[in-house]
């Protein structure tokens, strides 16, 4: 014999049942207000980081020397204390960051400093050469494995520009082809939605300390258009299930609206998962493994990003919404009549007497029913005998 399931299976099941079949089970517009107390506590911790603690700005922003070198010597593992202990011989005071990047035959060392002259680096790269002896491919202690390159922050000032600009451009597109495609109600908490993505994401980096590059800035470029598109797809349910609305009284727009949320919760969460699968292998084999500094930013705005963006399109951008249709007295009026019916009808279960409703006066120029006419539709049967 089977034994039942227990009571906690059956209500893990119930609750994947429900969000499978999207039958507005969870009622999400109805508890908006904790999701704006939670997401608005959210924002503000990370305008605070920002403000007060601020970016880690990567070298490209800032300017300065970038020495990297292999991470294994002549007498093997070459440590992070050896390489800056040398740096600080050479120049007089220590590097601002020695970090250790990649993993196998493919790790390496990354030195970042302020800006060096000619004379220091050769310095530095002489001195770390004494202390470590890294090898080359051919296993030889070798002083040419150690490489230097110097960034000027003004190309770094120009890619966020160019990106500002790119956003500001970004965003007044979207909000045309949401305002004609939708609504202007939509648009706007699709906008509202899309700047509490920015914020977050910019926040989380602040508030961590991942390091800021030019990569960093174009990854969260890519995160608004994942986040607009999971947002629209929720609009267009809100939109096909609110048309004709306002002529019946069988839901009222938030009601609506929290069922389009529903039917569309299950395609954003397997629709985000599938994207977020590639990003953390790109994180973890492309920045981890190979060390690739490139891929790491890249994977780290738009893990971020993703997941502010699903958050984002369901707790927020419908909420929103439906905050600003309701101030409309056309929908408030329509809730009102949605109620009313709805305790007319309780009280014809409960065997009460319930008054009727008052009728609906007739259009100016309607024909009126003439007293003793017959109903339209039926035809009269024509005078004489009857047929047998």
């Known amino acids: 014999m089977t034994t039942p399931p227990t009571e906690e299976v059956q209500k893990r099941e119930s609750v994947f049942h429900r969000l499978y079949t999207g039958t507005g089970a969870f009622d999400i517009v109805g508890k908006r207000s904790r999701w704006y107390i939670a997401l608005g506590l959210l924002v503000l911790v990370c305008i605070g980081a920002i403000g007060f603690k601020g970016f880690n700005l990567g070298i490209d922003f800032e300017g300065g020397t970038k020495i990297s070198m292999p991470a294994v010597g002549a007498q093997g593992p070459i440590e992070t204390d050896q390489v800056q ?26 030195i970042r400093a302020s800006s060096l002259t000619v004379d220091q680096v050769l310095k530095v790269k002489q001195e770390i050469f004494t202390e470590t002896r890294p090898l080359d491919a051919a296993g030889k202690p070798s002083q040419q494995v150690i490489s230097d390159s110097a960034v000027s922050g003004t190309w770094g000032g120009e890619i966020t520009t160019q990106a500002l600009l790119a ?32 914020v977050v994401t910019a926040g989380v980096y602040s508030l961590v300390g991942f390091e800021v590059t030019p990569s960093t800035v174009i990854g969260l470029l890519t995160i608004l258009g994942f ?18 609305l306002l002529s019946m009284t069988r839901r009222t727009y938030p009601e609506a609206a929290n069922l389009a949320v529903n039917q569309t919760l299950m395609r954003s969460i397997n629709t985000s998962v599938i994207a977020l699968l590639p990003v953390l292998g790109l994180l973890v084999v492309g920045a981890g493994l190979l060390g690739v500094g490139v891929l790491r930013d890249l994977a780290l705005v738009q893990l971020v990003g993703m997941i502010a963006g699903v958050v984002s399109s369901i707790l927020l951008a419908t909420p929103l919404l439906v905050d600003l249709k309701m101030r409309e007295s056309k929908y408030r009026s329509h809730a009102k009549k949605v109620e009313q019916r709805r305790t007319r009808a309780a009280a014809r279960e409960a065997g009460e007497e319930v008054p009727e409703e008052p009728k609906r006066p007739v259009a100016a120029g309607a024909a009126r029913p003439q007293p003793g006419a017959r109903p339209a539709g039926k035809a009269g049967r024509p005078s004489g005998k009857r047929r047998r």
């Open 167 to 198: 956003l500001g451009v970004f965003l007044v597109l979207v909000t045309i082809f949401l305002a004609f495609y939708f609504e202007k109600w939509m648009a706007v908490a699709a906008l509202i939605a899309l700047l509490h993505d920015v």
């Open 85 to 110: 202990s040398a740096f600080s011989k050479a120049v007089g005071h220590p590097a601002e960051t020695v970090q250790v990047v990649g993993t196998g035959a493919n790790q390496s060392i990354q």
């Open 227 to 244: 986040s607009l598109y999971d947002t629209v797809v929720v609009f267009d349910k809100v939109k096909e299930n609110t048309r004709g």
